[in-house]
């Protein structure tokens, strides 16, 4: 059973700081993605990495895929109120459409 | 329409009573998920369609879920029975599947609470 591992569970931080997410599994997958998610709303996608060791940027926030494609990074630089929500990865199991979800991370950005 | 669909939004049943929630997906995507989230945590893969195919069902938590697509497109999960564990927002999301990794788009949900 392939298990996506995201921390810290919850962030609450000031606006203006900087935090990393992680996320991490024993397994391998093909790509992986990367969700927020706001009450009572579904998920949105935010970026897909593919290649091991790809980095990606995304105005403030920076995704970095692990070289074995095992984990994941999520960085965001100087968080916003705006950032606040549930930040979400998802792994995509190799040979197949399936893609399982971490266990989330929910950030609270303080004014 | 535009998005994915789900219906009912909201359903409150009475244990040991069975329920059906419905989901429309984006007109066109081949691929159909099903997913529960419980409050405040991850999503928990329950199913996925390939066209009206399920290739993989090893999510269900029990033989008490079922779901079917009909026509490549609408998708039914049915809960029989159910618990107060079963009480959750259950989360669909339809892609196109092609080469690659394509977007999933997620309904706002069915929020199940079981009384």
């Known amino acids: 059973t392939q298990l996506l591992e995201q921390s810290p569970q919850f962030l609450s931080i000031q606006e203006g700081e900087n935090l990393t997410v992680y996320c991490n599994s024993s397994?391998?997958?093909?790509?992986l993605q990367w969700y927020r998610q706001e009450p009572g709303e579904g998920p949105v996608l935010l970026v897909t990495v593919v290649t091991g060791g790809e980095v990606k940027k995304l105005k403030r926030l920076t995704f970095q895929f692990g070289d074995a494609r095992k984990d994941s990074s999520l960085h965001i630089t100087a968080a916003q109120p705006g950032d606040t929500g549930l930040y979400l990865c998802a792994g995509r199991v190799s040979g197949t459409y399936k893609y399982i979800f971490g266990t989330g991370t929910r950030l609270k950005v303080l004014a | 329409g535009a998005g994915v669909s789900q219906s009912p939004s909201n359903k409150v049943t009475e244990k040991g009573k069975d329920v059906e929630l419905r989901c429309d997906p984006i007109s066109g995507h081949t691929a159909l998920y099903w997913y529960r989230q419980r409050l405040g945590q991850g999503l928990e893969f329950l199913i996925y369609?390939?066209?009206?195919?399920?290739?993989?069902k090893s999510g269900l938590p029990s033989d008490r879920f079922s779901a079917e697509r009909t026509g490549e497109s609408v998708s039914t999960l049915t809960i029989q029975r159910t618990q107060q564990e079963d009480s959750a927002v259950y989360l669909c999301a339809s892609s196109l599947v092609g080469r690659g990794d394509t977007e999933a788009f997620f309904g706002q949900g069915t929020r199940l609470t079981v009384v």
């Open positions: 369609f390939q066209g009206n195919s399920a290739p993989d």
């Open positions: 397994s391998v997958f093909s790509s």
